[in-house]
């Protein structure tokens, strides 16, 4: 089994932490091979960033996606940035619906979701957008547990983020979880 992750949007938004803390969960509290790269110019705010995480069971020969299996875009131009790389009829496709209006037809349909919203209005802080889709990312694939996220969050977040961290990792992982019974039915 071979998971190719990758996470886009714009500096600032939590992108190679959202990367980061898949990777740990992952690779130490889910004892799967993890490889984590990531890609930001050189602004410190504002600019491209992006976070690429592969998965797997076994040892992991080639540390970068070739096919994509998961794309979360956070802003849209990340989402126009690295479209092209995403397969018809394989990748699943999640975007931050509040800050993504037009998004492209695609095979499975992307999946938006309020986060900066829900973020804003439910947290008071956007900067926890990232941990709503993380959490959603989780419920829809069931790639990582909760468990191992909070754990994650628990060793690697600064204790002013934390409470509120992992508070929106739970509501996200609530909302993809009721995503994925919607589809079911």
Not at 40 to 68: F, Q, T
Not at 70 to 97: C, H, M, N
Not at 105 to 122: K, L, Q, S
Not at 138 to 167: C, D, F, H, Y
Request: aromatic content about 4%; some cysteine.
């Amino acid at each position: 089994m071979r998971r190719e992750v990758r996470v886009a949007g714009f500096g600032g938004q939590g992108v190679v932490t959202m990367g980061t803390i898949l990777a740990v969960a992952v690779g130490v509290h889910e004892d799967l091979e993890v490889a984590q790269t990531q890609s930001y110019g050189p602004e410190a705010r504002g600019g491209a960033c992006r976070s690429d995480v592969i998965i797997s069971d076994e040892p992991i020969d080639y540390p970068k996606p070739l096919h994509l299996d998961l794309f979360i875009a956070l802003s849209p131009a990340a989402l126009k940035q690295y479209w092209a790389e995403v397969p018809e009829g394989k990748t699943l496709v999640l975007v931050d619906r509040t800050l993504i209006t037009d998004v492209p037809a695609h095979d499975p349909p992307v999946i938006g979701i309020e986060a900066t919203r829900i973020a804003e209005e439910e947290f008071k802080n956007r900067l926890v957008a990232n941990m709503i889709m993380l959490g959603a990312m989780a419920a829809l694939t069931g790639w990582v547990s909760l468990a191992a996220l909070e754990k994650t969050i628990i060793e690697r977040m600064p204790s002013g983020n934390l409470e509120k961290s992992r508070q929106a990792l739970r509501r996200g992982f609530a909302i993809g979880a009721s995503l994925k019974k919607e589809k079911a039915s």
